[in-house]
């Protein structure tokens, strides 16, 4: 089956008993058993429920992966990757890193003596001088956030397999539509689905994709024992959702497209990351792993000033001032203050991620208002 069939059936089955062609909320913590023990498969909602199964297999099919664990947030699902580690493991992982997981890690996991090394990996030759016989796992996001650095998979895939190491790839920007990192070798699949995949901005969740069997038993342990599982509800809402994720990406890269060749050509924008420029640093590699460039970008405005971008972001009317990203409206946002506050200033100068740099998410609103509330904002 083809993605947009997949999006649309993978995973659901009309309802046995009364025919309903969508999956149904199981609102239920516990399942009848006929004796101790003898059940029909479910034994207690934690472990599992029939609402969130058929969304695991739907995000499986789209990731062409074997299994699928859904958790209650993506923080929830980088906790559950981490703790497959020991005290004493090393990780290697972007110095471009979302914020809340540059927070897991340094403030969380580092005094559980987990130790990370948080490098430019976008020469991914670069990454071999940090390894040692500690070294257990590769982190990996592409494209960063908030400035859209291209990481090569297959590449840091071939270090991983020499190392015999694990690859684990946060591929919540590019949504399985535009990138499907186990067919590069990687391990893990991490998406925060609050994102491009529920695409609504109404649901907090998170997934990890695996193909390997033990890999799976392992998180499946820590997803059942841990208990970050998300509700019925909101299997549903993200069932819903993924049914237009292909079309809503079309959208979202053709927005994202004219939006990112608008601000290069304004005379009072600065930069503007985004991957899909012929001359953006790794843009062969885009082209390669990815199968289009998204809506996501960065920007600065000339003169680099705080206060000019904090004044163009409070006027912008069809894009909202907001965290997160990938629903269908357009946001814009602020990474130094908002989504990379707990980012200490010389760090996130080192990536770019200046005090004037804003993010959008361009939604897939009509282009013509999107590029009109730009051009009064910038002013
Ligand atoms: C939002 C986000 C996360 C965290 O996901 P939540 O669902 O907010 O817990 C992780 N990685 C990236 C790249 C994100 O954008």
């Not at 089955?13 to 399942?31: R, V």
């Not at 479910?42 to 599992?48: E, L």
């Not at 491009?196 to 820590?222: K, P, T």
Request: net charge negative; charged share 20%.
């Amino acid at each position: 089956m083809k993605f947009g069939t997949k999006a649309i059936h993978a995973g659901q089955e009309p309802d046995p008993t009364n025919g309903a062609i969508m999956t149904p909320i199981y609102q239920t913590s516990t399942y009848v058993q006929d004796s101790p023990g003898n059940h029909k498969g479910y034994a207690y909602a934690r472990g599992k429920n029939p609402t969130r199964d058929a969304l695991q297999k739907c995000l499986a099919a789209l990731e062409n992966a074997q299994q699928c664990l859904c958790f209650s947030s993506g923080m929830g699902a980088i906790d559950a990757v981490i703790k497959l580690l020991q005290p004493g493991d090393e990780v290697i992982t972007t110095n471009d890193l979302y914020g809340g997981s540059y927070r897991m890690f340094t403030k969380v996991f580092a005094k559980f003596g987990i130790k990370f090394h948080f490098i430019n990996m976008t020469d991914a030759s670069n990454i071999k001088q940090y390894i040692n016989a500690n070294t257990k796992m590769l982190w990996v996001e592409t494209p960063t956030n908030p400035t859209c650095q291209i990481i090569d998979i297959s590449a840091c895939a071939n270090i991983a397999k020499e190392n015999n190491i694990l690859l684990a790839v946060d591929n919540t920007f590019a949504s399985p539509f535009l990138q499907n990192p186990l067919d590069m070798g990687a391990h893990i699949v991490m998406h925060s689905v609050t994102k491009y995949l529920g695409g609504h901005s109404d649901v907090i969740m998170g997934a990890l994709c695996v193909n390997d069997a033990s890999i799976y038993e392992q998180l499946s342990f820590i997803h059942n024992s841990c208990g970050a599982v998300p509700g019925p509800q909101d299997s549903f809402l993200v069932l819903r959702g993924i049914k237009t994720l292909h079309i809503r990406m079309e959208r979202h890269c053709y927005n994202g497209k004219i939006v990112a060749e608008f601000l290069r050509n304004h005379p009072k924008v600065d930069k503007v990351y985004w991957p899909g420029f012929t001359d953006s640093p790794n843009y062969e590699i885009a082209k390669k792993q990815m199968r289009d460039f998204g809506g996501m970008m960065s920007f600065t405005l000339k003169g680099d000033s705080m206060e000019e971008a904090f004044a163009m972001a409070s006027r912008t009317k069809v894009f909202s001032l907001a965290e997160s990203l990938g629903g269908v409206e357009s946001l814009i946002g602020h990474p130094a203050s908002m989504t990379h506050a707990s980012i200490p200033k010389e760090e996130r100068l080192k990536v770019g991620v200046t005090d004037s740099l804003l993010r959008l998410s361009v939604g897939i609103e009509d282009i013509e208002d999107l590029i009109d509330d730009l051009k009064q904002a910038i002013g």
